[in-house]
């Protein structure tokens, strides 16, 4: 680090930008005492909440009960870049390459689910900045803009609008030395993510949903005929059908222990910045902007225009723990900011306002499962791997679908039929994740896939962020 680095770095607020707000709510009543319901959501984040919403649309008149063991929003859904894809498969090349039967299908679905999406915030008021403002996918390598370039026609089959930028055509969006060409992709939305899940919060109040925070549920019991029994720390909860929700956290189900594993993704945010500061890196619209590594960067701009600089880094640690303390890491943001300050000279002494992590819930072939147990009673949505922001709707339908027991072209789809490939136990999981991250940052900086990324491929596994 220079000593430029170490001074941005000085004053950082050690909690996501989002949260950090004097409109923050405060938090509800835990859940006291024994209680029933006809459909209790585990978990208050994006899934949790637009399940609660979308069973209250689908049926005003059955009880519905939210408990989250935090406050709601607190960890991924209140921690991300706020970037809302209308991918449901981590974008049209991971869904091309798993399940290229059903492709079309599932760009169409995840459309209409974005669509369905922006309706819904209108509907219930939701002011969350939300804007299709398109977003620009940048390479930084000869090998990195050859794909992007094959991507285009691709895209353009399956119903996606893009166009290959270079030179002036690319410096119109934004200017750096690290960036010689990209694609542009106009059916992209941005929105702050904390005001979106406090928006969707209070809409599920206002439809009559019941919500307790601070309320861990640590068992459920589905022997029972007549009510699954969920155990708190404050009482027993009885539901006629249980949607789980729990993003990264102890899924309650022991079949679903393998299916996932925690990967901390750290951010920054610059101070507010000057109309001539980001025109002087040639970025005055309201896109976002990735880069098209491995470990790949998401970048955007706030409504009081500070830059959102997070990505890169995506760490696994042994044993799949999951630990408040693991959302800070200086070494990670010592490393963004120094790659911010190569990515944008201009900026180079810019301050940083605040540095966070969030933990990923990824799968082994980087998108949402869902599916159900004790005879249908249990459902559940998992698996975002980071790119979940408009997919978790998505995955709330699913899940009311399967809970009803109703036969729908979401069920239908073979990425809903089948499971994701589980992990193997420790020390193994380690041990492949950590020569998955080193051969993913070799072909970053090399080219080329090695054997053991190739193998991967072939046996449809993977790790992303």
């Keep these: 680090m220079t000593p430029t680095h170490r001074t941005a770095l000085l004053r950082t607020a050690q909690e996501p930008f989002w949260l950090d707000r004097p409109e923050h709510p405060e938090p509800l009543a835990r859940q006291v005492g024994d209680t029933r319901t006809d459909l209790a959501v585990v978990g208050g984040g994006y899934t949790g909440l637009w399940t609660a919403l979308i069973a209250k649309q689908r049926d005003p008149g059955r009880d519905v009960l939210v408990l989250e063991q935090g406050t709601c929003g607190h960890a991924a859904s209140g921690r991300n870049g706020g970037f809302c894809s209308p991918s449901l498969t981590h974008g049209l090349a991971n869904g091309l390459q798993r399940w290229p039967d059903e492709i079309d299908t599932l760009q169409?679905?995840?459309?209409?689910?974005?669509?369905?999406?922006?309706?819904?915030?209108?509907?219930?008021?939701?002011?969350?900045?939300?804007?299709?403002?398109?977003?620009?996918?940048?390479?930084?390598?000869?090998?990195?803009?050859?794909?992007?370039?094959?991507?285009v026609p691709v895209a353009n089959r399956h119903g996606e609008q893009a166009t290959y930028l270079e030179d002036d055509a690319l410096r119109a969006y934004v200017d750096s030395p690290l960036w010689s060409a990209g694609v542009w992709q106009p059916d992209y939305a941005l929105l702050d993510p904390a005001r979106l899940v406090w928006g969707l919060r209070r809409?599920?109040?206002?439809?009559?949903?019941?919500?307790?925070?601070?309320?861990?549920?640590?068992?459920?019991?589905?022997?029972?005929?007549?009510?699954?029994?969920?155990?708190?720390?404050?009482?027993?909860?009885?539901?006629?059908?249980?949607?789980?929700?729990?993003?990264?956290?102890?899924?309650?189900?022991?079949?679903?222990?393998?299916?996932?594993?925690?990967?901390?993704?750290?951010?920054?945010?610059?101070?507010?910045?000057?109309?001539?500061?980001?025109?002087?890196?040639?970025?005055?619209?309201?896109?976002?902007?990735?880069?098209?590594?491995?470990?790949?960067?998401?970048?955007?701009?706030?409504?009081?225009?500070?830059?959102?600089?997070?990505?890169?880094?995506?760490?696994?640690?042994f044993g799949s723990r999951v630990d408040e303390a693991l959302t800070q890491r200086p070494e990670t943001f010592d490393v963004l900011a120094e790659q911010f300050a190569a990515t944008f000279p201009p900026l180079a002494d810019v301050a940083f306002s605040h540095a966070w992590g969030?933990?990923?819930?990824?799968?082994?072939?980087?998108?949402?499962?869902?599916?159900?147990?004790?005879?249908?009673?249990?459902?559940?949505?998992?698996?975002?791997?980071?790119?979940?922001?408009?997919?978790?709707?998505?995955?709330?339908?699913?899940?009311?679908?399967?809970?009803?027991?109703?036969?729908?072209?979401?069920?239908?789809?073979?990425?809903?039929?089948?499971?994701?490939?589980?992990?193997?136990?420790?020390p193994a999981r380690w041990i492949g994740i950590q020569a998955t991250r080193w051969s993913m940052a070799r072909e970053d900086t090399h080219g080329g896939r090695n054997m053991w990324l190739r193998t991967l491929d072939r046996l449809g596994l993977g790790f992303d962020s």
């Excluded at 509907?123 to 992007?148: E, M, N, S, Y």
Aim: hydrophobic fraction near 40%; charged fraction near 20%; aromatic fraction near 8%.
């Design 108 to 151: 169409r679905l995840g459309a209409r689910n974005l669509d369905a999406f922006e309706r819904d915030l209108d509907t219930h008021g939701i002011d969350c900045g939300f804007a299709r403002t398109g977003k620009v996918a940048v390479a930084a390598t000869p090998w990195q803009a050859q794909a992007l370039r094959a991507s």
């Design 203 to 317: 809409a599920c109040l206002d439809a009559g949903v019941r919500i307790v925070e601070r309320t861990e549920v640590t068992a459920i019991d589905t022997r029972p005929a007549d009510l699954i029994r969920l155990t708190t720390p404050y009482g027993i909860v009885g539901a006629r059908r249980v949607a789980l929700a729990t993003n990264i956290y102890p899924p309650l189900l022991r079949r679903l222990g393998l299916s996932m594993v925690p990967v901390y993704d750290y951010a920054l945010t610059t101070e507010p910045l000057t109309d001539d500061q980001l025109a002087a890196i040639g970025w005055t619209g309201a896109h976002g902007v990735t880069d098209a590594g491995n470990q790949f960067h998401y970048v955007r701009k706030t409504d009081d225009n500070r830059i959102l600089w997070g990505g890169y880094d995506a760490i696994y640690h």
């Design 358 to 426: 969030g933990v990923i819930d990824s799968t082994t072939r980087f998108c949402m499962f869902a599916g159900t147990a004790a005879a249908g009673r249990v459902g559940y949505a998992l698996g975002f791997t980071g790119l979940g922001v408009g997919a978790t709707r998505f995955g709330a339908e699913v899940v009311l679908d399967l809970l009803a027991g109703t036969r729908t072209e979401r069920t239908e789809l073979e990425m809903i039929r089948r499971k994701p490939i589980p992990f193997p136990p420790e």
